[in-house]
């Protein structure tokens, strides 16, 4: 079972920065960083997510993930937009945009996640 640790949260609560620990493939412990979607962000189909170089392996030595950036990912829509949901999605956009640099500090601040 993987252990979840809250790190931060966006400003309108839109995005959270958590650590996952636990278990993987192999009985090799991991830990990783993670953002999780919701409210406007779910609804809007934004996300958030992390640069990272090629793919740990699990054959029992425990993994730590490193980053080397973040990046924002929105799904294609096929839906028209009254004015409101238009402006509410732009408001996401500019909250995931916020939020990313905050991550890209804390990654900065926090060397154990950053790769060079």
């Given at each position: 079972?993987?252990?979840?640790?809250?790190?931060?949260?966006?400003?309108?609560?839109?995005?959270?920065?958590?650590?996952?620990?636990?278990?993987?493939?192999?009985?090799?412990?991991?830990?990783?960083l993670?953002v999780?979607?919701?409210?406007?962000?779910?609804?809007?189909?934004?996300?958030?997510?992390?640069?990272?170089?090629?793919?740990?392996?699990?054959?029992?030595?425990?993994?730590?993930?490193?980053?080397?950036?973040?990046?924002?990912?929105h799904?294609?829509?096929?839906?028209?937009?009254?004015?409101n949901?238009?402006?509410?999605y732009?408001?996401?956009?500019?909250?995931?945009?916020?939020f990313?640099n905050?991550i890209?500090?804390?990654?900065?601040?926090?060397e154990?996640?950053?790769?060079?």
């Amino acid at each position: 079972m993987a252990e979840i640790e809250k790190l931060l949260q966006s400003k309108n609560g839109n995005f959270i920065l958590y650590k996952q620990s636990g278990i993987g493939n192999n009985e090799t412990p991991y830990e990783e960083l993670r953002v999780r979607s919701e409210g406007e962000a779910e609804k809007h189909v934004v996300e958030i997510r992390f640069d990272y170089r090629g793919c740990p392996r699990f054959e029992g030595a425990p993994v730590h993930y490193k980053y080397t950036g973040v990046n924002i990912s929105h799904g294609m829509r096929m839906k028209v937009d009254t004015l409101n949901e238009t402006l509410e999605y732009i408001a996401v956009l500019q909250e995931a945009y916020d939020f990313a640099n905050t991550i890209l500090r804390y990654i900065e601040q926090n060397e154990e996640w950053l790769d060079y």
